[in-house]
């Protein structure tokens, strides 16, 4: 028996997707346990191309239990539509499940998400407008609603009356938006409820049952610790712990029985939405990585700020999540470069920086960068580490060197099959 955590090492869309799909073929229950439908998570099998918001990377796998967790927040018609999406495309979607303490993104989170963020002009963090921070400001201050909430008209009538007095106060009052009807509201949610009643559960006999029995257990998180409401770049953070212990918390799994946490790093640098990144590249040379990587979001289709491999952030969040093992994908992007730079340190007024500096001082920071010479080959055909050119082997030992975290993997492509496990 195995508990592995996958979870981002830079500023998410690392390829976590890619990696939970090819590892949870040999899991039997695979759990998202924090986020909501800001997730992009790209998955390329024999089924097809996929494109995963809510539902979890391990839905491939129809004899894998495949739950969103209560540590998740949920947006139900957005939900629906992603399994009707993804049965039309021959994958079946009935061990799909959802805890019943999961948090519902309600239609106020989603306008809140939009007018708030605009408001907090500088220090707008740039969100996907999918209500995700509202939903968890609200379950934070113990008004929020649970999916296990959907079922009772009683519970949302008391519970709306209560929210909508607050959210319809700052909506009309502040910034000028119509009021929410909470008639259409509870009529929504009931909806919602009855669709996805045969869904709903309480995983905590689930996750123990697997416990005992000693079964592989998959917890998938999204975006990184670089977005930790704790840890990362405050305050351009998401709203939840997409970290090994935030597994643990929305998992319902001790920590101790946690195995293995692989954290998955591009082997260079892409981020959404505002806050630092030192090395970032800007105009020609960053359109040309963009466009070699593919870096448009998989959840908004903007495009990805990019730059080199920053081994100050990558070591600072491995570390964070004490990870066992490092996944590095999209390898093959670099395939064309003479030389590759690798962010090593930070300059900050004359001092040299190794470890993560306040946001505010690396916001001013000036990479130190390493430069490895490219291999100038292809390598979306390579079958393992073996048969890599000298220079791209040597890439990676330098980044795991670097990170101080021994290589699990290397991608070399899209599909789940290139993947050359270490």
């Known amino acids: 028996m195995t508990v592995t955590v996958v979870v981002g090492t830079q500023w998410g869309d690392e390829g976590k997707g890619k990696l939970v799909d090819l590892l949870s073929a040999d899991a039997q229950l695979c759990m998202r346990f924090q986020g909501g439908g800001n997730a992009g998570h790209t998955v390329v099998n024999r089924f097809g191309e996929f494109k995963l918001h809510l539902v979890p990377s391990g839905v491939f796998n129809s004899t894998c239990s495949c739950i969103l967790g209560t540590g998740t927040v949920i947006d139900p018609p957005a939900l629906l539509e992603e399994l009707q999406e993804i049965a039309a495309q021959g994958v079946p979607i009935d061990h799909v499940l959802i805890s019943d303490r999961a ?18 002009g500088a220090y707008r963090v740039g969100t996907t407008g999918r209500g995700i921070g509202p939903a968890y400001t609200d379950k934070v201050a113990r008004i929020g609603i649970r999916i296990g909430d959907l079922f009772y008209e009683n519970v949302l009538r008391d519970k709306l009356a209560i929210i909508l007095r607050r959210h319809n106060t700052i909506l009309t009052h502040v910034y000028g938006q119509q009021p929410f009807d909470a008639e259409q ?16 559960v309480d995983t905590v006999p689930l996750v123990r049952t697997a416990l005992r029995e000693g079964k592989n257990i998959l917890l998938e998180g999204q975006l990184s610790a670089m977005k930790d409401i704790d840890w990362g770049s405050y305050p351009f953070v998401t709203s939840s712990n997409p970290s ?14 946690i195995d293995r ?8 640098s892409s981020q959404v939405g505002t806050g630092p990144m030192p090395t970032e590249l ?22 990805r700020r990019v730059g080199w491999f920053d081994a100050v952030v990558t070591r600072f969040v491995t570390g964070l999540n004490g990870c066992t093992g490092l996944a590095i994908t999209k390898l093959d992007v670099l395939d064309t470069f003479d030389e590759i730079p690798v962010c090593v340190a930070y300059r900050y007024q004359g001092e040299i920086l190794q470890d993560l500096p306040d946001p505010f001082i690396h916001e001013q920071c000036e990479p130190v960068y ?18 890599l050119p000298r220079n791209a082997r040597a890439y990676l030992d330098r980044l795991t060197e670097l990170t101080e975290v021994p290589l699990h993997s290397v991608g070399v492509g899209p599909h789940r099959e290139q993947t050359l496990l270490a």
Do not use: F, N
């Open 282 to 303: 800007q105009g020609s040379e960053a359109e040309h990585l963009r466009q070699l990587g593919g870096e448009y979001g998989a959840t908004t289709g903007r495009p």
């Open 244 to 257: 090994s212990a935030g597994a643990a918390v929305g998992a319902g799994i001790p920590p101790y029985r």
């Open 103 to 120: 948090h519902v993104v309600m239609p106020y989170h989603k306008l809140l998400d939009k007018v708030e963020d605009e408001a907090r």
């Open 370 to 387: 390493e430069y490895l010479p490219g291999w100038k080959q292809d390598l979306s055909q390579v079958k393992s580490l073996q048969d």
């Open 261 to 268: 946490v692989i954290g998955v790093a591009k082997a260079y």
């Open 185 to 200: 509201l509870i009529s929504a949610c009931l909806e919602w409820g009855e669709q996805l009643r045969p869904r709903i």
